[in-house]
């Protein structure tokens, strides 16, 4: 499909509805739901319409912050790389739990309740179709796709224009079907809602296994899919001793040359090329030194795969502890529950099923010309533990940082995490150390 998938509270449901009508006026599709939960079922469909959808706008107000359902939704259009479009309709979003992702992009202000102006569809146009007539409200086919209730946050009764026509009034002979259908349409729902409300199935449980020591990571493994698909809503979580702001870039002098991507190229962190030796720093409240594997391959006069001239993509390199499994000389250090921003919290819950448990971020630092800690080292806020350098399957000086979260401090390998991956942009920024 190519429909812009509208994300929003409850709450704000009066905009939302005339946002999707103005949307459907300017002659693009639209997806929108009611945010009542259908169960699993709905949940896909809702997952499947963003996955197809051709942009995303989200409306952000302090209830869209609050909100479970939407910041899931963000999550996965985040990991999908969708067109996004924020509307700032309510609150603030420098002081927001969950909206500073978007402070580096240029969101809209609609705080009036105005709708956004002319530009605004004609950006949304490079990437979704514009019809010269009203586009289509996906939702309902979507709805009649997994024999649910259509969504009742907009009722259209005959083609959108410009200037939104009045119904016809129903005719006096077809009023008494109407209220009976009517009737009985609003007792199947309280049916439903008193179900959904008494259900008493047990929550799942978190099993921390025990692991080997022994990590097994190839840059070139297939992408990674978070488990985004439950329907399960996370308790919020406690916010003390918890910071608010996302922590620096763990280093001062850096470009950015490959981001977080879980489709074809595959990257599951951050490259940040820098000069070897340039200091990589741990985050603001400290961390704890897991594990460190020193490439035992490399030499400072050929530290890399291609400088003893193997080929960049040598699979026998990723399978050679000697090669630190392609990542040279790394360490990983993980920042506690504790330690970390609210924001990285809340988004990891939103996307993995954490059930209420610890959340505790693992980070690889890779390709490293040294290391200047030990392991189970406690590392002080901002403490310089290693240095940049091109060591492993590298074509230059780089740092190549990947997170992945575990729901216990120890006792877990690399691979084990492997299904936890998640964007260093929900616990860094690309503000320099």
């Not at 429909?3 to 709450?11: A, T």
């Not at 979003?93 to 309740?113: A, H």
């Not at 959108?160 to 002979?173: F, K």
Request: glycine share 6%; net charge negative; with cysteine.
């Amino acid at each position: 499909m190519n429909h812009i998938f509208i994300s929003y509270s409850r709450q704000n449901n009066d905009y939302a509805s005339a946002l999707a009508n103005r949307l459907l006026a300017e002659g693009f599709d639209v997806w929108i739901d009611d945010r009542i939960d259908y169960g699993d079922d709905w949940w896909q469909t809702i997952v499947k319409a963003i996955r197809e959808c051709a942009a995303f706008v989200v409306i952000m107000s302090p209830d869209s912050d609050e909100s479970r359902w939407v910041q899931r939704e963000v999550t996965i259009a985040d990991e999908l790389r969708k067109p996004t479009y924020p509307l700032l309709l309510a609150g603030d979003v420098i002081n927001s739990k969950n909206w500073m992702i978007y402070v580096r992009t240029q969101y809209i202000d609609v705080t009036d309740g105005s709708q956004p102006h002319a530009a605004f569809y004609d950006d949304l146009a490079r990437h979704a179709p514009r019809a010269p007539q009203p586009g289509h409200l996906v939702t309902q086919d979507e709805g009649a796709a997994v024999n649910e209730p259509a969504p009742i946050v907009i009722a259209l009764s005959a083609p959108v224009t410009t200037a939104l026509s009045v119904p016809a009034a129903i005719p006096r002979a077809a009023q008494g079907r109407v209220r009976a259908a009517a009737i009985i349409g609003a007792l199947l729902v309280i049916v439903v809602l008193i179900v959904l409300l008494t259900r008493t199935d047990p929550p799942a449980v978190v099993t921390a296994p025990t692991l080997t020591p022994s990590p097994s990571m190839s840059p070139t493994s297939a992408p990674i899919t978070p488990t985004a698909t439950s329907s399960a809503t996370p308790t919020p979580i406690p916010t003390s001793g918890a910071q608010s702001a996302l922590y620096p870039a763990p280093l001062a002098n850096y470009d950015l040359v490959r981001a977080f991507r879980l489709t074809e190229p595959v990257n599951l962190g951050w490259s940040l090329a820098a000069d070897t030796g340039e200091p990589v720093r741990a985050g603001p409240n400290g961390g704890e030194v897991n594990w460190t594997l020193v490439c035992t391959n490399c030499t400072p006069e050929q530290p890399s795969t291609i400088s003893q001239g193997l080929a960049l993509n040598d699979a026998s390199v990723f399978g050679d502890i000697g090669w630190g499994f392609g990542y040279g000389t790394l360490t990983v250090i993980i920042y506690d529950d504790q330690q970390l921003p609210i924001a990285t919290k809340n988004r990891i819950a939103a996307a993995f099923d954490t059930n209420d448990a610890p959340i505790y971020v693992h980070c690889l630092y890779a390709h490293l010309a040294e290391i200047r800690t030990a392991e189970s080292e406690i590392l002080e806020p901002d403490q310089i533990f290693a240095t940049v350098g091109s060591t492993g399957a590298a074509t230059g000086s780089f740092l190549h940082l990947e997170c992945r979260w575990s729901a216990q401090r120890s006792d877990v390998t690399w691979t084990q995490l492997s299904a936890n991956v998640f964007d260093p942009a929900w616990l860094f920024t690309l503000e320099p150390a």
